[in-house]
Protein backbone atom coordinates (compact mmCIF):
# COMPACT_ATOMS: atom_id res chain seq x y z
CA UNK A 1 0.00 0.00 0.00
CA UNK A 2 1.12 3.34 -0.67
CA UNK A 3 0.15 5.63 1.31
CA UNK A 4 -0.59 9.43 1.16
CA UNK A 5 0.30 12.11 3.42
CA UNK A 6 -1.18 15.60 3.36
CA UNK A 7 0.77 18.72 4.33
CA UNK A 8 -1.57 22.04 4.93
CA UNK A 9 -1.51 24.86 6.92
CA UNK A 10 -5.17 26.38 6.26
CA UNK A 11 -8.87 25.61 5.11
CA UNK A 12 -7.93 21.98 3.63
CA UNK A 13 -10.55 22.68 0.38
CA UNK A 14 -7.63 20.71 -1.62
CA UNK A 15 -6.69 18.25 0.65
CA UNK A 16 -10.80 17.08 0.77
CA UNK A 17 -10.73 17.21 -2.73
CA UNK A 18 -7.62 14.63 -3.03
CA UNK A 19 -9.90 12.63 0.37
CA UNK A 20 -13.05 12.71 -1.92
CA UNK A 21 -11.55 11.95 -5.32
CA UNK A 22 -9.00 9.03 -3.40
CA UNK A 23 -12.76 7.33 -2.54
CA UNK A 24 -14.68 7.93 -5.51
CA UNK A 25 -12.21 6.46 -7.43
CA UNK A 26 -11.38 3.98 -5.10
CA UNK A 27 -7.50 4.35 -5.52
CA UNK A 28 -7.03 1.53 -2.74
CA UNK A 29 -8.16 -0.90 -5.09
CA UNK A 30 -7.28 0.66 -8.37
CA UNK A 31 -3.74 1.57 -7.44
CA UNK A 32 -2.79 0.31 -4.03
CA UNK A 33 -2.64 4.04 -2.19
CA UNK A 34 -4.70 5.81 0.31
CA UNK A 35 -4.73 8.82 2.30
CA UNK A 36 -3.44 8.01 5.71
CA UNK A 37 -3.11 10.80 7.15
CA UNK A 38 -3.08 14.87 7.21
CA UNK A 39 -0.51 17.45 9.20
CA UNK A 40 -0.85 20.97 9.72
CA UNK A 41 1.92 23.31 11.04
CA UNK A 42 -0.62 25.45 12.90
CA UNK A 43 -2.85 23.95 15.20
CA UNK A 44 -5.76 25.93 14.02
CA UNK A 45 -5.90 25.00 10.26
CA UNK A 46 -9.56 24.61 9.76
CA UNK A 47 -8.53 21.44 7.43
CA UNK A 48 -7.30 19.42 10.28
CA UNK A 49 -11.07 18.94 11.43
CA UNK A 50 -12.09 18.72 7.76
CA UNK A 51 -9.82 16.04 7.49
CA UNK A 52 -11.18 14.34 11.08
CA UNK A 53 -14.70 15.10 9.79
CA UNK A 54 -13.64 12.74 6.66
CA UNK A 55 -12.42 9.84 8.92
CA UNK A 56 -8.87 10.16 8.34
CA UNK A 57 -5.82 10.71 11.28
CA UNK A 58 -5.01 14.38 11.97
CA UNK A 59 -2.25 15.97 13.69
CA UNK A 60 -0.17 19.34 13.59
CA UNK A 61 3.39 19.90 14.44
CA UNK A 62 3.50 23.34 14.84
CA UNK A 63 6.68 25.22 13.62
CA UNK A 64 6.64 28.04 15.91
CA UNK A 65 7.55 25.39 18.77
CA UNK A 66 10.72 24.80 17.30
CA UNK A 67 14.03 26.85 17.88
CA UNK A 68 14.81 25.95 14.57
CA UNK A 69 13.49 25.06 11.01
CA UNK A 70 15.71 22.14 11.56
CA UNK A 71 14.18 20.61 14.45
CA UNK A 72 10.75 21.44 13.12
CA UNK A 73 11.70 19.27 9.79
CA UNK A 74 12.58 16.65 12.35
CA UNK A 75 10.04 15.67 14.35
CA UNK A 76 7.58 16.48 10.51
CA UNK A 77 9.35 14.26 9.02
CA UNK A 78 9.00 11.99 12.28
CA UNK A 79 5.22 12.65 11.67
CA UNK A 80 4.92 11.95 8.46
CA UNK A 81 6.72 8.51 8.66
CA UNK A 82 5.00 7.26 11.29
CA UNK A 83 1.82 7.48 8.83
CA UNK A 84 3.98 6.16 6.02
CA UNK A 85 3.47 2.75 7.63
CA UNK A 86 4.97 0.57 4.69
CA UNK A 87 7.98 -0.39 3.20
CA UNK A 88 6.33 1.72 -0.01
CA UNK A 89 7.73 5.16 0.06
CA UNK A 90 5.03 7.47 1.18
CA UNK A 91 3.65 10.35 -1.15
CA UNK A 92 3.94 13.78 0.56
CA UNK A 93 1.20 16.27 -0.66
CA UNK A 94 1.46 19.78 0.03
CA UNK A 95 -2.10 21.33 0.18
CA UNK A 96 -1.96 24.85 0.91
CA UNK A 97 1.02 24.49 3.33
CA UNK A 98 2.66 27.48 3.67
CA UNK A 99 6.10 26.68 5.35
CA UNK A 100 9.66 26.43 2.89
CA UNK A 101 11.40 23.10 3.26
CA UNK A 102 14.79 23.06 3.36
CA UNK A 103 16.88 20.99 0.96
CA UNK A 104 17.40 18.73 3.06
CA UNK A 105 14.24 17.80 4.17
CA UNK A 106 13.02 17.53 0.29
CA UNK A 107 15.74 15.33 -0.76
CA UNK A 108 14.66 12.71 1.91
CA UNK A 109 11.17 12.74 0.00
CA UNK A 110 12.76 13.34 -3.44
CA UNK A 111 10.53 12.60 -5.92
CA UNK A 112 8.04 11.86 -4.12
CA UNK A 113 6.77 15.66 -2.54
CA UNK A 114 4.10 17.35 -4.99
CA UNK A 115 2.66 20.51 -4.61
CA UNK A 116 -0.19 23.22 -5.67
CA UNK A 117 0.59 26.59 -6.74
CA UNK A 118 -2.15 29.14 -7.76
CA UNK A 119 -0.35 30.48 -10.66
CA UNK A 120 0.38 29.60 -14.04
CA UNK A 121 4.50 28.69 -13.11
CA UNK A 122 7.13 29.70 -13.99
CA UNK A 123 4.82 32.84 -13.26
CA UNK A 124 4.30 34.19 -10.47
CA UNK A 125 6.17 31.71 -7.66
CA UNK A 126 5.95 32.50 -4.06
CA UNK A 127 2.91 34.73 -2.25
CA UNK A 128 -0.04 37.11 -3.73
CA UNK A 129 -0.28 35.46 -6.99
CA UNK A 130 -3.66 36.95 -7.91
CA UNK A 131 -2.69 40.34 -7.06
CA UNK A 132 0.13 40.09 -9.05
CA UNK A 133 -1.46 38.67 -12.09
CA UNK A 134 -4.17 41.14 -11.70
CA UNK A 135 -1.51 44.01 -11.35
CA UNK A 136 0.15 42.66 -14.82
CA UNK A 137 -2.59 43.01 -16.72
CA UNK A 138 -2.94 38.97 -17.07
CA UNK A 139 -6.15 37.64 -19.68
CA UNK A 140 -5.44 33.75 -18.15
CA UNK A 141 -4.90 33.26 -14.74
CA UNK A 142 -4.74 29.23 -13.93
CA UNK A 143 -2.72 26.64 -11.75
CA UNK A 144 0.09 24.19 -11.53
CA UNK A 145 0.95 21.13 -10.01
CA UNK A 146 4.64 20.45 -10.03
CA UNK A 147 7.14 18.00 -8.18
CA UNK A 148 8.99 19.65 -5.27
CA UNK A 149 12.42 20.51 -5.76
CA UNK A 150 14.54 22.93 -3.35
CA UNK A 151 13.98 25.65 -5.61
CA UNK A 152 10.91 27.54 -4.05
CA UNK A 153 8.00 26.45 -6.90
CA UNK A 154 10.37 25.60 -9.95
CA UNK A 155 10.06 21.91 -9.67
CA UNK A 156 8.88 19.77 -12.57
CA UNK A 157 5.49 20.24 -13.86
CA UNK A 158 3.21 17.66 -13.94
CA UNK A 159 -0.27 19.29 -14.66
CA UNK A 160 -1.21 23.19 -15.19
CA UNK A 161 -4.65 24.60 -16.48
CA UNK A 162 -6.42 27.74 -17.17
CA UNK A 163 -9.32 29.95 -16.42
CA UNK A 164 -9.71 33.54 -18.00
CA UNK A 165 -9.22 36.79 -16.34
CA UNK A 166 -12.83 38.81 -15.85
CA UNK A 167 -13.14 42.48 -16.66
CA UNK A 168 -13.74 43.55 -12.51
CA UNK A 169 -12.11 40.53 -11.16
CA UNK A 170 -10.55 41.15 -7.60
CA UNK A 171 -8.16 39.25 -5.95
CA UNK A 172 -10.99 37.06 -3.98
CA UNK A 173 -13.11 36.98 -7.42
CA UNK A 174 -10.05 35.64 -8.76
CA UNK A 175 -8.82 33.14 -6.40
CA UNK A 176 -12.02 31.50 -6.09
CA UNK A 177 -12.28 30.62 -9.56
CA UNK A 178 -8.31 29.19 -9.45
CA UNK A 179 -9.41 27.23 -6.56
CA UNK A 180 -12.21 25.30 -8.17
CA UNK A 181 -9.52 24.60 -10.91
CA UNK A 182 -7.19 23.14 -8.60
CA UNK A 183 -9.92 21.17 -7.19
CA UNK A 184 -10.02 19.47 -9.95
CA UNK A 185 -6.29 19.02 -11.65
CA UNK A 186 -5.08 18.24 -8.25
CA UNK A 187 -6.80 14.58 -7.77
CA UNK A 188 -6.00 14.12 -11.01
CA UNK A 189 -2.30 14.53 -11.09
CA UNK A 190 -1.79 12.72 -8.09
CA UNK A 191 -4.31 9.43 -9.44
CA UNK A 192 -1.76 9.92 -13.25
CA UNK A 193 1.20 9.46 -10.81
CA UNK A 194 -0.37 6.42 -8.93
CA UNK A 195 -1.31 4.87 -12.02
CA UNK A 196 2.67 5.36 -13.54
CA UNK A 197 3.62 3.76 -9.88
CA UNK A 198 1.56 0.94 -10.24
CA UNK A 199 3.20 -0.45 -13.71
CA UNK A 200 6.25 0.00 -12.53
CA UNK A 201 5.06 -2.27 -9.46
CA UNK A 202 3.69 -4.78 -11.65
CA UNK A 203 6.81 -4.99 -13.43
CA UNK A 204 8.35 -5.77 -10.27
CA UNK A 205 10.49 -2.48 -10.09
CA UNK A 206 9.04 -0.46 -7.46
CA UNK A 207 12.17 1.37 -7.05
CA UNK A 208 11.98 3.92 -9.75
CA UNK A 209 9.68 5.64 -7.44
CA UNK A 210 6.90 8.50 -8.45
CA UNK A 211 8.77 10.73 -10.54
C1 LIG B 1 -4.64 27.14 -2.59
O1 LIG B 1 -4.96 28.18 -3.47
C2 LIG B 1 -3.25 26.65 -2.85
O2 LIG B 1 -2.90 26.64 -4.20
C3 LIG B 1 -2.44 27.69 -2.13
O3 LIG B 1 -3.15 27.93 -0.93
C4 LIG B 1 -4.54 27.65 -1.15
C5 LIG B 1 -4.91 26.63 -0.14
O4 LIG B 1 -6.27 26.37 -0.13
N1 LIG B 1 -1.07 27.28 -1.95
P1 LIG B 1 -6.85 25.11 0.68
O5 LIG B 1 -6.19 25.13 2.06
O6 LIG B 1 -6.52 23.88 -0.09
O7 LIG B 1 -8.32 25.38 0.79
Given at each position: MHNIVILISGGGSNMEAIVNASRREDWER??????AAVISN?????GLILARTNGIAAEFVEHGRFASRSLFEAQLADAIDRHAGSKQPVLLLLAGFMRILSADFVLRYEGRIVNIH??????????HTHRRALESGCKVAGATVHLVTA???????LAQAVVPVLDGDTERSLAARVLTLEHRIYPQAIAQMLQRQCAWDNRGDASKGFA
Open positions: NYHAKVRADAPPSLLPAFPGLALDCGPI
